[in-house]
């Protein structure tokens, strides 16, 4: 074993050992800390009882959920080809959670522990045929493991932006060992592979077959029903609408000045706010700042509820899971993550919708914003007086909006197809016969 990675497993191990005293509380952390406890043995026990060793296994892993729906693109298209395959899907961060329950995977769970006394039983139990990473996520050790044992491993949705701090010391180094054990890096565009290619992957390996975020975010935005409790009502009663989808407070301080500021030329502009993270006190915080500013507010599950808006000039969605659905409903959209510096959300679903959207001035990492960008399908604002201006600019010119509008889903119908490509090549790697045969 390298001394990078002899290094990298001591201060993994060290991170375990103490883990327990900051399990308590609702953080995310504490939360994985708990998720991740059993899991070795949830694991085994499946295999024992469920792997059926005539049947090929796949080992998707994503750390939260905007990979985890990359990966799901990619599983559903591995499963048209090959139904009688077994899934095994594990995630990162406890905000997956939810995802996790409705993968069409045989099995879902936390990651274990990425060392030797976790990875290793688990490996051995469930036997799988190929284990898939997904977008920037590779674990040393468990492909290390794997390795060993001649399983392939694969990273799906590869991304890796010239930004990213996997270009520099000290992540470089743990890195390079891990990817270049890879059997293929299936990359987003052709300048992440040659990114993962500096970064230590071998080149024969890598290749660009593009983005399987794409393909989710049409199928999820195709699969929103009008006549859905949540929906319905702004389809009864429609009016001009903004949707701003994973905001944060950074995102909101904005935002609301923003909006407010149109209101004093379209009185009724309607907001549809889906925080990232719809914890009690932040949905009140928003409550109150938008009180504050004059409007009159209602939550998603009342309106769900009640089967009407009423009186509500902005909408507050207090729960997960129908983003990509809401954005349907709307005129312009707002995305969020762009004012801070975690990174800025998807914009594929907006333009999946067919919507303009409007993002912060910090999406350096975020590639398909900068193609909408290119295409006048998105614009950014650095301030709330640039995003009123931009959200007015839309709203009073139908053509326009149409213009960015159609050019949004043009994007997204010429990017389609990757996530078939991907589970193709998967197949292909893992050396299925029954795909050879085709």
Not at 56 to 62: D, E, K, N
Not at 300 to 321: F, K, N
């Amino acid at each position: 074993m390298a001394i990078v990675e002899t290094l990298y497993t001591s201060v993994l191990g060290c991170a375990r050992a103490l883990s327990p005293a900051f399990a308590g509380g609702d953080t995310k952390v504490a939360r994985s800390i708990r998720g991740r406890r059993g899991v070795v043995l949830r694991l085994s026990e499946w295999a024992w009882r469920e792997r059926d060793e005539d049947r090929p296994l796949v080992w998707f892993h994503a750390p939260s959920v905007g990979e985890g729906l990359q990966a799901r693109a990619v599983m559903t298209e591995l499963l048209a080809r090959r139904p009688d395959a077994q899934v095994v899907f594990s995630h990162f961060s406890p905000s997956a959670e939810s995802l996790a329950e409705g993968m069409p995977a045989d099995m879902a769970d936390y990651l274990p522990w990425d060392l030797p006394s976790q990875v290793d039983p688990v490996l051995d139990a469930v036997r799988p045929d190929l284990v898939a990473f997904t977008k920037t996520e590779v674990w040393p050790t468990l492909t290390r493991s794997a390795h060993r044992r001649g399983i392939p491993t694969v990273l799906i949705a590869a991304t890796l932006p010239e930004s990213s701090s996997r270009l520099r010391w000290p992540a470089r180094n743990v890195l390079r060992p891990a990817l270049g054990r890879l059997s293929g890096v299936l990359a987003i565009a052709a300048e992440d592979a040659r990114r993962f290619e500096g970064l230590g992957a071998r080149p024969g390996v890598v290749e660009a077959t593009g983005d399987p975020a794409i393909d989710s975010a049409a199928v999820r935005v195709g699969g929103a029903a009008p006549e859905a409790s949540y929906l319905a009502p702004f389809h009864q009663a429609p009016r001009p609408t903004l949707v701003a989808g994973s905001t944060w407070p950074a995102d909101e301080r904005v935002l609301l000045d923003a909006v407010t500021s149109v209101r004093t030329t379209h009185p009724d502009l309607r907001l549809v706010v889906v925080p990232h993270e719809p914890a009690a006190e932040h949905l009140l915080q928003l409550e109150s700042g938008l009180a504050g500013r004059g409007w009159s507010t209602a939550r998603l599950g009342e309106v769900e509820q009640s089967g009407a808006i009423g009186d509500a000039d902005a909408v507050i969605v207090d729960r997960v899971g129908v983003l990509a659905h809401l954005y349907t409903v709307g005129d312009v959209a707002y995305v969020g993550g762009g004012f801070h510096g975690a990174g800025l959300h998807s914009v594929l679903e907006p333009a999946a919708a067919g919507l303009p959207t409007v993002i912060g001035p910090r999406h350096e990492n975020a590639r398909a914003a900068d193609d909408l960008l290119a295409l006048g399908a998105a614009r950014v604002a650095r301030d709330a007086s640039e995003l009123a201006r931009l959200v007015q600019e839309w709203l009073e010119a139908e053509e326009f909006r149409g213009g960015s509008g159609r050019a949004a889903l043009s994007y997204i119908g010429a990017h389609r197809g990757s996530a078939a490509r991907t589970a193709e090549r998967l197949l292909e790697i893992m050396g299925d016969p029954l795909h050879e045969s085709r």
